[in-house]
T-cell receptor
């Protein structure tokens, strides 16, 4: 079964440290999304790529967050410096721009102490 | 802006009970509507979808009908099982002239089914 792979599954770090989360989209998919899930806010879109180009990152705090796709098989989400309020589950999802179904990874559980 | 509102949980039911999870939306134009399900420790999975008014999406015994007049997309199942225990998310996606925009999710409704 093709699946979206996210690493690490869990990350505990201290405030001020850099955090990098990685996502391997399903081979052939040309859209990639990063979502953040918290109890208070639910699922929030952070960034959206199509054909590796960023289309929408308006939901991402620009001062500390950055999202990139170095190549078609890797998407990264970086937080520098991390803060306790960044504690959440971060999901990556991929799909085809011609198809409405999104495939989600299992998420990265981030705890910033 | 576009938004999705769904009933707050948690919802606790006995096995074989009837399930309804309400979902209403606000959007310009004609969005596509979705229900996603999240099992513990996993990512979201598409459960069903409907792309135009009066369409009915169905899967695994779950159904939802796209009602434009009431801007609703309520999820129903006639007889729930313990294995249906999960968090259910209603979502919409605006269609930008053929290219797909991102999903906008509701807050999620946690369902617990007791034996």
């Amino acid at each position: 079964d093709a699946r979206v792979t996210q690493t690490p599954r869990h990350k505990v770090t201290e405030m001020g440290q850099e955090v990098t989360m990685r996502c391997q989209p399903i081979l052939g998919h040309n859209t990639v999304f990063w979502y953040r899930q918290t109890m208070m806010q639910g699922l929030e879109l952070l960034a959206y790529f199509r054909n590796r180009a960023p289309l929408d990152d308006s939901g991402m705090p620009k001062d500390r967050f950055s999202a990139e796709m170095p190549d078609a098989t890797l998407a990264t989400l970086k937080i520098q410096p991390s803060e306790p309020r960044d504690s959440a589950v971060y999901f990556c999802a991929s799909g085809l721009s011609t198809n409405e179904k999104l495939f989600f990874g299992s998420g990265t559980q981030l705890s910033v102490l | 802006g576009d938004s999705v509102t769904q009933m707050e949980g948690p919802v606790t039911l006995s096995e074989e009970a009837f399930l309804t999870i309400n979902c209403t939306y606000t959007a310009t134009g004609y969005p596509s509507l979705f229900w996603y399900v999240q099992y513990p420790g996993e990512g979201l999975q598409l459960l069903l979808k409907a792309t135009k008014a009066d369409d009915k999406g169905s899967n695994k015994g779950f159904e939802a009908t796209y009602r434009k007049e009431t801007t609703s997309f309520h999820l129903e199942k006639g007889s729930v099982q313990v294995s249906d225990s999960a968090v259910y998310f209603c979502a919409l996606r605006r269609n930008y002239g053929g290219s797909q925009g991102n999903l906008i999710f509701g807050k999620g409704t946690k369902l617990s089914v007791k034996p």
